[in-house]
């Protein structure tokens, strides 16, 4: 084939891929649109039986088949789960859509809901100690009881990501969802929060201020993939990704503030039921040891990758398909290393750290 018919033909196919891609974004922006009326103006049991109606549908539609592929690559020692796996991840956001609205909205009260605290280090519940809670894009049904000062009485501050203003179907439903997620945290708190935008210097100077208070505590989701400039990012291996690219904020706040970092993973284990896994503490190293942000940052990241392979459906991120995940080492290996046999469910799906 000429080069010039070539270039024609792949030209139009990345514009069918790109009017393919937003018509599937359009598509979920009237999901996420139809499942928040729904959280306002019906009853719990209504809203939540519509977002698993959601749930169910895409994991009949090409979505779902697409997810199954992802997760039979990537979990291949569980096969009887692949199923289950892939819709639960597929139905996650909008569950979390509709839990955030309810929030935002006053509809939900988590005081009401039962927490267990998994390996809390004594800092948690010290009045008097700052600390940086190192976080992932797990459930942000189950991330919300870190705000409820009910459960969680402290100075917080987060970082969320700048509220996009690209005007695509994409963009429309990422503000439908990061509005009701940031008012649900200012309802959660009472508005005694700080939300930072990760833009510009300005907001490592307020979250440092944060910490300098007795009290304080930074909420941050070191599992964000980086974009920005590549002296600012650190490439490793993560989950199923053979590769991918962090930031090193987290580490580098611990580093500034002289503030200890704890990795927390919250999941839900039933309705109104979360349970949340705590690391052990991490200490700053000293303030002019730069080097210590690189092995930082790994010991954070390979704490929640473990945490993805335990819990996938709970995961609101891609976490990739070039790795598998092994339960019987509870790591994530190559494609082409050999799996034990499989240790019972119950085993797999809750690790423990010494």
Known sequence: MPSGMQSVRGGGLKRAHHVLAQAQESFRACLFMLLGFAARHFPRPIAFGMAKFVRGLLALSPFGVRARQMMRATFSSQPAEIGTMAAEWLGRPFRDHVNAVRIATRREDMREWAVVMRGAPDLVSDPERSFIIATGHFSREAMGVLYAPSIF?????????????????????????????????????????????????????????????????????????????????????????????????????????????????????????????????????????????????????????????ARPGQYVESFGHDRRWSPTAKCWISRDAQLAPTPARAEALEPRDA
């Open 153 to 309: 009485p402290r100075r917080l501050a987060t970082v969320v990501a700048p509220m996009t203003q690209a005007k695509t179907p994409q963009g429309f439903r990422v503000r439908l969802q990061m509005r009701e997620i940031r008012q649900g945290i200012m309802v959660a708190r009472g508005g005694d929060v700080d939300i930072a935008d990760v833009a510009g210097k300005g907001f490592l100077v307020r979250l440092l201020r944060h910490l300098r208070e007795p009290g304080g505590a930074v909420i941050i989701a070191t599992d964000a993939a980086w974009h920005g400039e590549k002296d600012g990012g650190y490439t490793r291996p993560f989950a199923a990704f053979s590769a991918q690219t962090f930031h090193l904020g987290t580490a580098r706040l611990a580093r500034l503030s002289q503030r200890p970092i704890v990795t927390c993973v919250p999941f839900l284990d039933g309705d109104r039921n979360v349970v949340v896994e705590w690391s052990p503490v991490i200490q700053p190293p000293a303030r002019e040891d730069t080097d210590a942000d690189i092995r930082i940052t790994n010991e954070i990241l390979d704490w929640i990758e473990r945490r993805i392979g």
